[in-house]
């Protein structure tokens, strides 16, 4: 006996539960008891979030709402730049207290939606999020409300079914760079 899949497709508008822009930094040199860790958009490439560009904000300063810090599972998308504004990448974990600047948009799932799944369709998606930025050359903008309208995501309805996925999609990601990591070595 065969099961037939159950799958929607939807804007994203639908399936996203928050989503909201960064934060205007106040810098810190550095690290102390009122610092933490601001990610920018030069964190975000290659689908991936780095914290060696990252920088320090001082909550001393300018205080950060509670909703505006990274969760995990959070993905994060560039919303500002020539060529970036549109970069996807999701964050699994994060290592410590952690916010995005103005440059930033945080997207987070409703809980029909896998965290993870999302943020691979949205991945799979990024060629269609890049051309979604408007403005003069230099300082492009992505347009929140073309994102959510006109980003659409296919899911099956199924939770086990996203788990699924996300497991074979989590498994090719780790030969990947399992992968990238021989390379650099042998090229040692």
């Not at 030069?42 to 909550?59: G, P, Q, V, W």
């Not at 999302?118 to 060629?127: R, T, V």
Request: aromatic share 6%.
């Amino acid at each position: 006996m065969s099961t037939t899949s159950v799958w929607k497709t939807e804007p994203l508008r639908n399936v996203v539960s928050y989503i909201t822009k960064g934060v205007p930094p106040v810098y810190a040199p550095y690290e102390s008891e009122t610092t933490v860790r601001v990610l920018n958009q030069k964190c975000n490439r290659n689908f991936s979030i780095s914290y060696t560009e990252s920088r320090l904000h001082d909550l001393s300063k300018r205080n950060v709402p509670y909703g505006k810090y990274l969760c995990d599972n959070d993905i994060l998308i560039n919303s500002t730049g020539t060529g970036t504004a549109g970069r996807v990448a999701q964050l699994y974990c994060v290592p410590c207290p952690t916010i995005v600047d103005g440059h930033m948009i945080i997207v987070r799932a409703i809980n029909d939606i896998v965290p993870r799944y999302l943020g691979y369709a949205m991945k799979a998606h990024q060629a269609e999020i890049l051309q979604l930025d408007e403005g003069s050359t230099g300082q492009t903008e992505l347009n929140r409300e073309r994102l959510l309208s006109e980003i659409e995501i296919s899911y099956p309805v199924s939770l086990d079914e996203q788990l699924n996925i996300v497991g074979i999609l989590s498994a090719l990601d780790a030969q990947i760079s399992e992968n990238t990591k021989i390379n650099h070595h042998l090229a040692a």
